[in-house]
């Protein structure tokens, strides 16, 4: 596999090759240890897969039956209304649909976040507004900085992925209703709760039943990453009928295949199963990240997803990283250098169970520390470097500046500022900003809904949950809010390329670094009785 493993990654569209393609290269045997795709490793169980090989002719002969059929299911399942549901072919289906249905001119997104919120939009010429979310911070996601920078830009869709991938940063559920509501005028807000039945940080923290009850605001939620099934291509989304109605009217009858409906069936007679599963990832997620913290250098950030977002030691190049740990240790990572917003020196790591850290940890140690190596990896050289499928954001970023237009010849001919020096710590060089911006003052936000910030140290003992947010709403009303952005903005909208105030472009939002400070993680808690089958906001029976 050694010879052909920068072919691999440098053939595919996506971030990584698929499992099939990495296993047929590496010929006999299993596929290598997989870190990087973010699936719950103790679901489905051995049983539930022996169920499935045992009926596998009868599932791929036949016709599934009509969406209509497994989304009324899995409503039953989760107790909630069929009306306001859509099931897809994947959350990528459904994110194609939200953008071409929903989606009229602009769409915010904060940085690094799951790609498709990023360059779905700009190929169907949408302009994409990217909050950059600082290092410094821990990537944690202030809501009131980020509504303001929807103001500035005038932005009509919000996205917040919570938790987001691949930091796995959270915002608690009453600092996002907040949010939604400062939003409320709007075109759309989506939440992306992909994996927050990950999530122990609250009892309840899904937004379901508020998006149900608002014009304005579409829920997104994967079935796959909970359920351990990646290839079956099934998600779903929450609004109030109308909006999911739109959405499902363009589905197609069978949408959903033989497998997708296979498992919603049996899913109800699994449920303890399934918390089980659940509350095992979140264990491990602690044990990993303690285990991950005491690799001198390398930097942990608090997660609240099944992954964990880790920064390389200064001088560690993360395709050397990933491309040793694949051809030297079997193991697969996710190198995060064509992530907006991120660089090569990241990695996210999907959490798997002890045995498989403790060969990580292992495997990390000899390519990172191992004598005779120096103390971390090389930088590659010019011509050398290659990133794990950068072309398509890449290309469309370059082309159209975030905008979603092609950039004028005359924009191309122009002069550019000199970047800067590449920040301490390492990562791409941020250049210097063409518009000089008039500092902004602080806006507070509650202090639970501030993530705790990262340290390479070993993690102490699990911290207490945080206190509740205050009641007090840290964002003006819609109305006022709008007023005051629009006396402040300028009277024609920010061209491409100039930053919005608070943002940057899409070429300044690479690479940020700053300094670490320290990182606590909650304990695994708040989860129902095994006997109970999660409900849609993660708690309840199911009769």
């Known amino acids: 596999m050694a010879g052909n493993v920068a072919s691999l990654f440098r053939g595919t569209a996506a971030h990584s090759p698929s499992m099939a393609a990495l296993t047929r290269e590496g010929g006999e045997g299993a596929g290598p240890v997989d870190f990087c795709i973010p699936c719950n490793p103790y679901f489905p169980t051995p049983a539930m897969f022996e169920d499935m090989a045992a009926r596998l002719r009868d599932i791929i002969t036949y016709y599934p039956s009509g969406a209509d059929t497994i989304t009324a299911e899995l409503c039953s399942l989760l107790r909630l209304p069929p009306q306001c549901v859509a099931m897809g072919n994947g959350s990528t289906e459904l994110i194609t649909w939200i953008d071409h249905l929903l989606v009229r001119e602009s769409l915010a997104v904060p940085v690094p976040t799951f790609g498709r919120w990023t360059d779905q939009p700009m190929e169907t010429g949408k302009r994409v507004d990217m909050f950059p979310l600082q290092e410094s911070s821990g990537f944690a996601l202030d809501l009131a900085q980020y509504a303001e920078f929807i103001r500035a830009r005038g932005t009509r869709v919000a996205v917040v992925c919570n938790p987001n991938n691949p930091d796995g940063g959270y915002v608690h559920r009453h600092a996002l209703v907040q949010f939604m509501d400062a939003m409320a005028d709007l075109d759309l807000v989506v939440v992306d709760e992909s994996f927050l039945e990950f999530a122990d940080a609250e009892a309840e923290p899904s937004v379901v039943q508020e998006a149900m009850l608002r014009p304005n605001v579409v829920v997104l939620r994967s079935l796959g990453k909970n359920f351990g099934l990646h290839g079956i291509r099934f998600g779903y989304l929450v609004a109030n009928p109308a909006l999911a109605g739109r959405v499902r009217s363009m589905l197609p009858k069978w949408n959903l295949n033989s497998f997708a409906e296979h498992v919603v069936f049996m899913l109800r007679e ?274």
């Open 270 to 543: 699994h449920g303890a199963e399934y918390a089980r599963s659940l509350l095992q990832v979140r264990r491990d997620r602690l044990e990993m990240t303690s285990a991950l913290s005491t690799l001198p250098g390398l930097t942990v950030y608090p997660s609240q997803g099944n992954f964990l977002f880790v920064r390389l030691p200064v001088g560690a190049e993360g395709t050397v990283v990933r491309d040793r740990l694949l051809t030297e240790h079997r193991i697969l990572v996710r190198e995060c250098g064509n992530k907006i917003g991120s660089s090569s020196r990241f990695l996210r790591l999907v959490v798997r169970p002890q045995v498989d850290v403790r060969r990580l940890v292992s495997g990390l140690e000899s390519v990172l520390y191992e004598p005779g190596r120096g103390a971390v990896v090389p930088e590659l050289g010019n011509g050398t470097s290659y990133s794990s499928g950068t072309a398509a954001v890449d290309r469309l970023v370059s082309e159209t500046n975030g905008r979603g237009l092609p950039v004028p010849a005359t924009a191309v001919a122009a002069p550019t500022a000199p970047a800067a020096a590449p920040p301490a710590g390492g990562g791409m060089p941020v250049p210097i900003p063409q518009v000089q911006q008039a500092p902004q003052p602080a806006v507070p936000l509650a202090p639970a809904a501030v993530a705790p910030a990262p340290v390479s140290a070993p993690v102490p003992a699990p911290a207490p949950l945080p206190a509740p947010i205050p009641a007090s709403a840290p964002f003006p009303a819609p109305a006022a809010a709008a007023a005051a952005a629009a006396a402040a903005m300028p009277s024609a909208p920010t061209p491409p390329g100039v930053p919005a105030r608070g943002g940057l472009t899409a070429a300044q939002v690479r690479g940020m670094t700053g300094p670490a400070p320290a990182l606590t993680t909650a304990p695994a808690t708040a989860w129902p009785n095994a006997q109970s089958w999660p409900n849609a906001a993660g708690m309840g029976e199911v009769c």
